[in-house]
Structures are given as C-alpha cells and as structure tokens.
C-alpha cells in the first residue's frame, strides 16, 4: 500500500516544501480545503501524518474497507496506519483542514493518540455536526489559521491548545454510552495493538510483505513507548508483545503452507524475514517441523 509522506503532500498541493520539515521535530500545519483543490483526484493511500478535516457539502469517503457518505458538515478523523481518499459529490466542496505528526502532538501532551476514539483503528472517524457545532469548529480552524500566519514566539502552543480542544470537542458531540469504554488504559492500547496487528492480514500475494515484526515497530506507529506497549500488552494479556506477534505470524505461515503453492521462500519474504533459513528455525522452533514437512503432513 502507497503511503503518502508529508514532502509529497506539500509538493502536490502547495508546490513547494517548509524547510526544516524533516528535522524530526513535531510539524502541524492548516488550511481552507477550497485552496487546496486542483482537480486532481485524492490517491487512495495511507499518509505518514494525521489529518483532521471539516468539510461542507455532500462527499464520499472511502477509508480502509468502508465507504462512508457524509452530506452537511462532518469532522472527519484520519489516522497514518488507514488508507483512505474521498470524492466530492455535490461540486461545492468547502472546509478545511490540518495536518500534524505524532511528534506535534506527544511532545505537548500525554495523551496517547492511537487511545482517542477518533483515531483508534476500527474506531468511529465521522462526526455529523448540527450549525452550532459547525460554527464552533469554523471558529477553531480559523484561529488555527490566524495563528499559524502570526510570529507569536509560543504559536505552535496556542495551536496545539486549539488541536486538542477540537479533539474533545468532536468527542462531546457523541452520547457516552456510544463510546465503547474499556476497563482501563492497559487494555485500550492493548486493542489497539491487536487490530494493528490484524489490519496486516492476511498476505494475499507474495509480493506482500508483513514489516511490522517487532514491539518497537508497534510502538513508533501508536506513538507510544515501547515499554509502555509491552506493560500494557502483559498485563492485559498475561503474554509479551513478541509472542503475540510471533504466534500470529505462525498462524499465517501455517496457512500459507497449506493454502497456496508457493514455494517456502516466497512464503518466508512476504512474512518479512531476510533468509529461508530464518524462516525454518522460526517455524521449527514452534512446531518441531520444517515448513516443508508441515506442509507435506
């Protein structure tokens, strides 16, 4: 799957790149939708930032497996792990909105944002707004834009401040008791690591790779510490972050060998290991069997 990088997104809709935007520091940005549109259509593709979209009008949303029809004005929530693209139905498409790192928004905040409903994979991306609600929003995202233009020394505070009031606001607009609940934070980044590790699944040609193999990986793109991940995964579990991805590895593996016919290297590149002979030892010291004699019982 395509994922669009930040440098890609400025070159495409704004024609030239901010500086320092690969600096690794945290990096947001906003804008009016109208002045972003150029007639081209939106790829269909995971980006390597998060996007929070006000949009007026009627358009379609396809975003991972669903399309989702919004008419009126809806705050959409895009996540980097979902791939999505939308198209304009009505023609009089208007709007706005921002894009920022993960980096922009821990760095202010404790916050983990793969735990918040709106960017939880699986979890709900629309709010339907009433005029009220719209107008609250319009407001933001205006001052969001003022303030982006402004050369106030502490902007990128007030901005995040904005960023975050937005997320709850988005938040209130939902009834409670339609937001599932879990037991405690250990269990809600432990779902969350769970429909990552689904959302991999299954490997459909040998071209297809599975990169995601360890913690760490896990971690970078829930934009949580990897101890954190592990902590939370043991005591939700009673199982370590490894083993969890080992065993659906396993399962995977098992399934390809009996399923499809190819051959064992092709199997072991698109599980993402560097050598067949890794690959055996993995898979042996599981089974006590060679992928090949699995295959052959």
């Known amino acids: 799957m395509e994922t669009q990088s930040l440098e890609e997104f400025y070159r495409e809709k704004t024609a030239s790149v901010p500086p320092n935007l690969n600096s690794g520091v945290g990096h947001f940005n906003v804008f009016r939708l109208e002045d972003c549109l150029h007639g081209s259509p939106v790829r269909y593709a995971r980006r390597d930032y998060y996007k929070i979209t006000l949009i007026k009008g009627a358009n379609r949303y396809h975003y991972a497996d669903k399309s989702i029809e919004v008419e009126g004005t809806s705050l959409i929530f895009f996540n ?35 735990e918040l409903p709106m960017f939880a994979i699986g979890g709900k991306p629309s709010y339907t707004l009433n005029q009220e609600q719209e107008d609250a929003m319009g407001v933001l995202f205006e001052k969001m834009i003022a303030e982006i233009n402004s050369d106030y020394t502490f902007k990128y505070d007030l901005l995040h401040s904005y960023l975050t009031e937005m997320i709850h606001m988005a938040l209130k607009t939902e009834p409670a008791v339609n937001l599932y ?27 297809q790779r599975f990169t995601m193999r360890s913690a760490a990986d896990f971690a970078e793109n829930l934009s949580v510490h990897v101890n954190h991940l592990n902590r939370a995964v043991k005591n939700t579990t009673g199982k370590t972050t490894t083993a969890l991805i080992s065993e659906r590895l396993l399962a995977e593996a098992k399934a390809l060998l009996k399923h499809t016919d190819w051959n064992v290297s092709e ?10 002979a890794h690959f055996n030892n993995f898979f042996k010291r599981f089974t006590t069997k060679t992928p090949s004699m699995f295959r052959n019982v």
């Not at 999505?84 to 980096?103: H, N, V």
């Not at 405690?184 to 490997?203: D, K, M």
């Open 80 to 114: 980097p792990q979902v791939p999505y693209t939308w198209e304009s139905l009505s023609g009089d498409t208007k709007g706005y909105f921002c894009i920022f790192t993960p980096a922009f928004f821990t760095e202010k905040s404790r916050t983990v944002l793969a």
């Open 181 to 207: 609940s879990h037991p405690n934070a250990n269990a809600r980044i432990t779902s969350v690591f769970n429909e990552l590790l689904e959302r991999q699944f299954p490997i459909e040609t040998p071209v």
């Open 267 to 276: 199997i072991s590149n698109s599980l993402g290991f560097e050598e067949a």
